[in-house]
């Protein structure tokens, strides 16, 4: 097989290593998580899907206060970003109101 006949993401091996293909000439490796230019031309061997889920990594529990105040600063860059667009009242309100959805739907979906 062939690089351009791969899906994003699809894992293959290549020269020893197992890789995600992350764009049209790049790689992701599984080993280290660098980022490798594969040839078009170069002979790939896919590697089957997993189908079980990957466990997700452990790390330190999310405090919800903490999450709530990524949120609010995330909102406010976003928006202070926004605010040198040029943006019309019109559009400046729909920005506002779909970043306000988005951390109503991901403070749900997180249980906060």
């Known amino acids: 097989m062939?690089?351009?006949?791969?899906?994003p993401g699809q894992r293959?091996?290549?020269?020893?290593?197992?890789f995600s293909?992350?764009?049209?000439?790049?790689?992701?490796?599984?080993?280290?998580?660098?980022?490798?230019?594969?040839?078009?031309s170069a002979r790939l061997e896919p590697v089957a899907e997993t189908t079980a889920e990957q466990p997700?990594?452990?790390?330190?529990?999310?405090?919800p206060a903490e999450v709530e105040a990524a949120l609010d600063a995330l909102a406010q860059r976003v928006e202070g970003a926004a605010s040198g667009l040029g943006l019309t009242a019109e559009q400046a309100k729909?920005?506002?109101?779909?970043?306000?959805?988005?951390?109503?739907?991901?403070?749900?979906?997180l249980g906060l």
Do not use: C, Y
């Open 2 to 7: 062939r690089f351009p006949q791969l899906r």
């Open 12 to 18: 293959f091996r290549w020269n020893g290593q197992v």
């Open 21 to 40: 293909k992350s764009g049209p000439v790049t790689a992701v490796a599984e080993s280290d998580g660098s980022t490798r230019m594969i040839p078009r």
């Open 56 to 63: 997700a990594p452990a790390g330190k529990p999310l405090d």
């Open 94 to 109: 729909a920005l506002h109101e779909a970043i306000t959805s988005a951390r109503r739907a991901l403070r749900e979906q």
